[in-house]
């Protein structure tokens, strides 16, 4: 599975960003999908997630209300919509992939990643 992100950029507290994140290499029905973030000097970390053939969605505190994620079947696509933008969203954030039945929520649990995309949100 290749996964392949962009749309990352720099942006002004309050902007928006949409995140897109290509898929490859087999169907993933039964993939859980996911985004993480990683800013500097800290661990990457989760942001949110979703079952490809499900409708349910998994979001990381700081993400809730805020941040949509989507996926679009017939462009084999996951998507991250960000809102309201604050500086500490700064970071690379990655597309992640995994076939072991759920939704990756830590780095452990993912067994495909994305080339990551940088975000940089100023004050």
């Known amino acids: 599975v290749q996964l392949q992100a962009y749309g990352g950029g720099l942006v002004q507290a309050g902007d928006s960003l949409r995140l897109s994140c290509a898929i490859s290499?087999?169907?993933?029905?039964?993939?859980?999908v996911a985004w993480f973030r990683q800013a500097p000097g800290k661990e990457r970390e989760f942001v949110s997630g979703?079952?490809?053939?499900?409708?349910?969605?998994n979001y990381a505190d700081s993400a809730k209300g805020r941040f949509i994620i989507s996926r679009d079947n017939a462009e084999n696509m996951v998507s991250l919509q960000m809102n309201s933008l604050q500086p500490e969203d700064t970071g690379v954030y990655y597309c992640?992939?995994?076939?072991?039945?759920?939704?990756?929520?830590?780095?452990?649990?993912?067994?495909?990643w994305g080339q990551g995309t940088q975000v940089t949100v100023s004050s």
């Open positions: 992640a992939a995994s076939s072991r039945g759920k939704v990756p929520q830590t780095a452990n649990e993912v067994e495909y």
């Open positions: 290499g087999r169907t993933v029905n039964n993939y859980g």
């Open positions: 979703m079952f490809w053939s499900r409708t349910s969605t």
